[in-house]
């Protein structure tokens, strides 16, 4: 079997699995296997990675996953890879929920093997495991993010208009200024911490001189 003919059938076909090769070209699995490490190929992380794609065929979304007829493949390699470094990108932290979300399976299908994992670590937080970075400065900067999510959750759309015009408004004034504002003219509950969260969030703090 011709490495070009190889080509041609992953072009046609998109993704193949062992047995698929193996019948098309009529030659062995063992042979089929040899080809398949000369090209570098990608295996899935799903479908009980049987399917394989050439690396050059992939168009992979912001998270490194492309997923052709319900087959998907990572960038970063297999589900144990790919979690990780989604843990380790991540601007504030992952629950299993958001995982499944990202990979396209149901968490409890797979998130019970990463209780444990180098670089990474789980705590609970309202009930619901968050996993972080093990490195104490991404960590801080995740659970800070992750925080900071929870606090503008709590705030409508029609609360952070308002927030927002007072902002514009008076620049000038502090979060607890604001705060105060928004309550005595406008009748809107905001503490000065959800302020700041909010400002900070969308990088809309405003930052102090340096003395």
């Known amino acids: 079997m011709e490495t070009s003919a190889l080509k041609e ?8 699995t062992l047995d698929q090769v193996s019948k098309l070209h009529g030659c062995s699995i063992r042979t089929v296997q040899r080809q398949f490490a ?3 190929v990608l295996r899935s992380y799903n479908r009980n990675s049987r399917y ?3 690396p050059d065929i992939p168009k992979f979304n912001t998270y490194g996953i492309w997923e052709y007829q319900d087959v998907r493949f990572s960038k970063f390699g297999d589900l144990r890879k790919t979690v990780k470094q989604l843990i380790l990108n991540s601007g504030c932290g992952l629950s299993g929920s958001e995982i499944g979300d990202i990979v396209g399976l149901l968490p409890r299908s797979f998130m019970h093997h990463f209780r444990e994992m180098d670089g990474i670590f789980r705590e609970k937080a309202s009930g619901v495991y968050i996993y972080f970075s093990d490195d104490p400065s991404l960590y801080a900067r995740q659970n800070s993010k992750r925080n900071q ?3 503008i959750k709590k705030i ?3 609360l952070a208009v308002q927030l927002l015009i007072a902002y514009i408004k008076y620049p000038e004034l502090s979060e607890k200024e604001l705060s105060d504002t928004l309550a005595r003219d406008s009748s809107c509950a905001i503490s000065p911490e959800m302020i700041t969260d909010f400002l900070s969030f969308h990088e809309l703090l405003k930052k102090t001189p340096d003395s």
């Open 9 to 16: 059938r992953f072009k046609e076909f998109r993704v193949l």
């Open 38 to 40: 000369a090209l570098d």
């Open 52 to 54: 394989y794609t050439l």
């Open 149 to 151: 999510v929870s606090s």
């Open 156 to 158: 409508s759309n029609a």
